[in-house]
Each structure stands twice: as C-alpha cells, then as structure tokens.
C-alpha cells in the first residue's frame, strides 16, 4: 500500500499549455524562473500601489500581467485577470482594490504552483500534470 | 512533447530578414524571440523602449519592426511616428507590427493612421506571429 502524502497538483498553472505554446522544455523552464520573479515583485506591488490609490501605476503593472499569463495558465486565471486589468482603466481606487482583492489570492497561489514545479525540477521530478484544466 | 507550432515552411524572406524587436517586459520578450528563432528568423535585436530602438534604426536598417505599444520612456505609438518622419525612405517605409495585450478599439485607431502592417493579440502562436511577418514583408 503506499501511504505517500499525495499533494495537489496545480490549479492555476498549466505546464503543458506553456510547454506546447513555448516550444521546449529547458525554455519552459527559464521562462518560469522569470514568471517567479516578476509575481513576487509585482503582486505585492499592486496592492501597494492601490493603498496608495495609484490605480494608474496598478494599471501599468496589470497589463503586462495580462499579455504573459496566458501563456502558462488555464483559462479561468486569465479571465479574472483581463477583467481586473480593464477595471483598472476606468473604475475608482475602492473599485478596483476590491476587484484586486480577489484576484490576489489566485496569483499568490500561482506563484506558490510556480515555486514547487521549479523544485521539484531542480530534483528532477518535475510534474507536467495540471489538476485545473 | 514539443510542439513548435511552426512546421509551417515560410519563405527565405523571412529567415533573412532583420527584425527589431521592442518589448519591454522581459518574459514577452523571451517568448516572442524565442518563436522568431524557431522560424529561423536570427538577425534578431532586442530593445525595451522605442527610444532605444530608435537610436540603432539607422546603422542597423532593420526589415521589419515588432513592436509593443506602451512603453517608457517612448511607446511604440510614438516609435512609429518618429520611424514614419525619417528623411530616408528605407527607414520611413519599414513595416511595424505591433504587439498588444488587447486588441481595444483606442489602441487599434491610434496605430492605423500610422500605417503599420497589423497588430498581433499577445501571447502569439510561432505560426500567426510567422503568417503576420509573412504578410508584411510580401507588402512592404
């Protein structure tokens, strides 16, 4: 019998998405690296920015968010984050801080989805499956 | 599994042509050069805002612009106009493509006028980012 932990796959990540659009795994690979650091960055940023009631500069920061993530995520995270982005070039600070509040948790999970592929490869155990798509 | 998504056979035109790309965020950046590359596309020069690519137009001469729109210090709205200015007719006349994250009705008015060969919706497939250079360089 094993009684291994079994841990969740991915909701949000889709590596076989990025894999097929980008083409080859060790690319795959640098381009999650890259995704890593700019969530890191700029998830924290965001909410910065809207406290300070810098929609504009929240803005700014969204819209690349939303050209690059489709290319490592399922449908659904993309939706939310296009539908954020557009709030965010018309509607109010409150508006789009409350939009942001719940599109937060799901970066914050991507970036933790993210961080554990990136480990698991670096053990050479890297796992392709996603669970949300 | 790999899937290119570019077995497509484009023409010696586009593997021969140099190509600007301009695009400030860096995972963009990567994705789009690394699609240029699987066409075999390879006289590739990359630059993170419109001035820099601006001030290399000259000596360098590329075929074609790949271009994002909002970028600072100079967009690739403003890109273009400067591009579009230039006494030399070579460097007046070079085809432009921009790259957008939305295919809004503001950002499509804005860059028509300025007679650039189209716009592609980010992320491109390999395949539609090689059919747009195609087309643009047949029209040039």
């Known amino acids: 019998m094993n009684t291994s932990p079994t841990r969740p796959g991915p909701v949000h990540l889709d590596t076989a998405l990025a894999l097929s659009q980008i083409g080859d795994a060790e690319a795959m690979q640098g381009m999650l690296v890259m995704l890593e650091d700019t969530l890191a960055s700029d998830v924290p940023k965001i909410t910065d920015l809207l406290l300070q009631g810098d929609v504009a500069g929240a803005s700014h920061i969204l819209h690349p968010l939303k050209g690059f993530i489709p290319i490592f995520c399922n449908a659904a995270l993309c939706d939310h984050v296009s539908q954020v982005e557009l709030l965010s070039k018309s509607a109010d600070s409150a508006a789009v801080s409350a939009a942001y509040a719940a599109l937060r948790p799901k970066l914050e999970q991507l970036l933790a989805e993210v961080a554990v592929y990136l480990a698991d490869g670096a053990q050479g155990g890297a796992s392709n499956a996603p669970s949300g798509r | ?70 970028m600072q210090p100079m967009s690739g709205i403003e890109l273009v106009r400067q591009v579009r200015t230039s006494a030399d007719s070579q460097l007046s006349n070079i085809p432009v493509i921009f790259l957008t994250a939305d295919s809004s009705a503001a950002t499509v008015s804005e860059a028509l006028p300025l007679g650039v060969a189209g716009y592609i919706v980010k992320p491109p497939s390999a395949i539609a980012l090689g059919n747009k250079i195609e087309q643009a360089l047949k029209s040039s």
């Open chain 2, 1 to 70: 599994m790999r899937r290119l998504g570019a077995e497509r056979a484009f023409s010696m035109d586009i593997k021969r042509a140099r190509v600007f790309v301009v695009e400030d965020e860096k995972i963009m950046s990567t994705y789009i050069l690394g699609h240029l590359r699987k066409l075999g596309i390879l006289d590739l020069y990359a630059f993170d805002n419109g001035a820099a690519a601006l001030k290399e137009l000259a000596t360098l001469k590329p075929d074609l612009i790949l271009t994002d729109v909002h």
